[in-house]
């Protein structure tokens, strides 16, 4: 019961939409089972934690159902009815949010009863609203792309004969142009994820249909680019494509005039993409990205631009880990802990020991506390998730380089390649990655711990590290050149 969809489903809602729900399913035109009923009364009590032991199914069947044999068809059944329900209730929030797709649903039904006096007033009510709007996404313009065209099917109605002294109305001209700029917004912002995607998938060729169709009819009728979120996709895909710092620069001016003309979710993904490539840019040796990319984190720290939902109760448990990561690659070990004193709390409690746990031993081992982040380290727990995995168990390899404890690393780096090999669920990129941190590994314990070791192997060493991602790695081939 724990892992079903259902509870997982629940620990979403906030404190209100656990008192909506239960209006929700109380409402005869929704529902009329009265089990459904009792039994996520007793769900409910269980929110926000929703513990193992207490979500168990037998335990819920007995509080809901009193004293009568516990009947697992009956459960399964009435598990399946509250979570379809809860999907309902799903669509409805969802509605409620996207106002003005219920509104062009609402014109779209207006429209098919031909109830043209109403429709053309909720026409221009929602014509009204779209203009006060100082935030336009994709689906904005899509809803006004909706609205032109419910518009100019109550005119196409008109029975009066068409001559040739009529001219094509203007409104057919905005109908068109609020489709052009959803699909180039909706298009772009395609480009954005594959290219994110390609950087990520080993051996991905080719490009998208029309990308450079697209971006060359921008370039051209940049009477576009005044559409601020379209604006921002462009330069997104450009710096993507191109590697050109310039759109970067573009784009962190943008985030950082934190303009109410960018939702919520497209300043989340502006950061995420900054992000990444000021880190990958600091990977290829560009000192100048070590304080761009805390910069941007700490920008979105302070604007509590974490989740992917505006304001989402938890954290994802990687994006906490790259926060670490920035945060010890800047040298900003006292901001820091004050962050992850501050912020654990918004990791799923499932999932907090491990996170905790292997983000406080990444912080102990940069200051040199090697003991200390192994004993951290050892107090995981259960680890849900597979980048935490792995990263624990590279994390304990470095560990036992540092305290010379070359035997267990030698055992460890076996059961690593295991892991590697038989995992299904790892990122292919990252399994490459993780290979080549193991074969280095390798090639640097034995060469520190054959007395005889040759100048010409460790200079071997750290020329190819030269062209890697492996930082430490590289600094400890550095530091046994010099022993040499």
């Keep these: 019961m724990f892992k079903s969809a259902l509870i997982e489903s629940l620990k979403t809602f906030s404190k209100q939409e656990i008192k909506e729900f239960s209006l929700f399913i109380q409402s005869p035109f929704f529902n009329t089972n009265q089990s459904v009923i009792k039994l996520y009364e007793q769900v409910k009590k269980l929110y926000p934690e929703f513990g193992e032991e207490q979500s168990d199914k037998k335990l819920l069947f007995e509080s809901a159902f009193g004293k009568i044999k516990y009947n697992d068809s009956f459960m399964r059944m009435t598990v399946f009815r509250l979570q379809e329900l809860i999907k309902e209730f799903l669509i409805y929030r969802n509605l409620q ?261 292997y983000n406080t031993a990444c912080v102990e081992f940069e200051k040199g506390n090697y003991n200390e982040a192994l004993e951290k380290l050892g107090k995981s727990g259960p680890i849900k998730n597979v980048i935490y995995k792995a990263a624990i168990k590279q994390l304990t390899l470095m560990i036992y380089y540092e305290l010379h404890e070359f035997v267990p690393a030698a055992d460890l780096m076996d059961a690593y390649r295991h892991f590697l090999r038989t995992d299904k669920l790892l990122p292919e990129l990252y399994i490459t990655k993780c290979n080549s941190f193991l074969d280095y590994y390798n090639r640097l314990l034995k060469i520190n711990d054959n007395p005889e070791n040759s100048s010409f192997e460790i200079s071997e060493l750290i020329s190819e590290l030269n062209s890697t991602s492996h930082a430490w790695l590289l600094k400890k081939a550095k530091e046994l050149e010099r022993r040499k």
């Design 97 to 357: 949010r996207h106002h003005l797709m219920k509104e062009t649903h609402l014109l779209d039904e207006l429209n098919s009863r031909e109830l043209n006096s109403l429709m053309m007033k909720s026409i221009n009510e929602m014509d009204k609203k779209i203009e006060k709007l100082n935030t336009k996404e994709a689906e904005t313009y899509f809803a006004k792309f909706k609205l032109e065209y419910f518009k100019n099917d109550i005119k196409s109605r008109d029975t009066k004969t068409i001559t040739y002294k009529d001219a094509l109305d203007k409104d057919l001209m905005v109908e068109q142009k609020s489709l052009n700029i959803f699909f180039f917004i909706s298009s772009l912002k395609f480009f954005q994820y594959f290219l994110n995607q390609k950087s990520f998938v080993v051996n991905a060729e080719g490009y998208p249909e029309f990308m450079n169709n697209i971006l060359e009819y921008l370039k051209l009728n940049d009477n576009y680019l005044s559409v601020p979120v379209l604006k921002v996709y462009y330069y997104i895909v450009l710096m993507q494509s191109t590697d050109e710092d310039k759109y970067f620069f573009e784009l962190k001016k943008i985030l950082f005039e934190d303009k109410d003309d960018l939702s919520y979710i497209e300043k989340f993904n502006l950061i995420v993409t900054l992000r990444n490539y000021a880190q990958r840019k600091f990977n290829d040796g560009n000192a100048e990205f070590k304080s761009l990319m805390i910069d941007i984190i700490k920008f979105s720290i302070e604007k509590n631009i974490l989740t992917i939902a505006e304001g989402g109760k938890y954290m994802n448990e990687i994006r906490f880990m790259n926060i670490v990561w920035v945060g010890i690659q800047s040298n900003e070990l006292e901001w820091l802990g004050e962050f992850m004193k501050k912020f654990i709390s918004r990791i799923e409690p499932d999932k907090r020991q491990y996170v905790l746990a």
